[in-house]
């Protein structure tokens, strides 16, 4: 069993930074596969960004420039670093971890970008 819990959301002006954490608990393989998603209201879950064990990260191109993933593998956690943040980013943040066809979930963290 894998428990995720995020941090770092919250209230942030048109143009502005934060940066979201997802601490990892339980049997995390090498395998492993982390993430972040997010859903806005009325709208799908969708994918944000994804990071391996190794490093090799995956964004949705409407992130690409302006947010940075990273991950800390001996903490087994995962870093979202978010800049010139848009009112469109504003949603619910999941964090997810993937391995051996399992997904494991965060209860998510909210962020609000005012224009």
């Known amino acids: 069993q894998v428990q995720l819990v995020e941090s770092g959301g919250g209230l942030v002006q048109d143009g502005g930074s934060l940066r979201l954490s997802c601490a990892a608990s339980?049997?995390?393989?090498?395998?492993?596969?982390m993430g972040w998603y997010r859903q806005a209201p009325g709208k799908q879950r969708e994918l944000v960004a994804t990071?391996?064990?190794?490093?090799?990260?995956d964004y949705a191109d409407s992130v690409k420039g302006r947010f940075t993933i990273s991950r800390a593998n001996v903490k087994n956690t995962v870093y979202l670093q978010m800049n010139s943040l848009k009112p469109e980013d504003t949603a619910d943040y999941y964090c997810?971890?993937?391995?051996?066809?399992?997904?494991?979930w965060g209860k998510g963290t909210l962020v609000t970008v005012s224009s």
């Open positions: 997810n971890l993937a391995q051996y066809g399992e997904a494991y």
């Open positions: 990071i391996t064990r190794g490093g090799s990260t």
């Open positions: 339980g049997i995390i393989y090498r395998v492993s596969v």
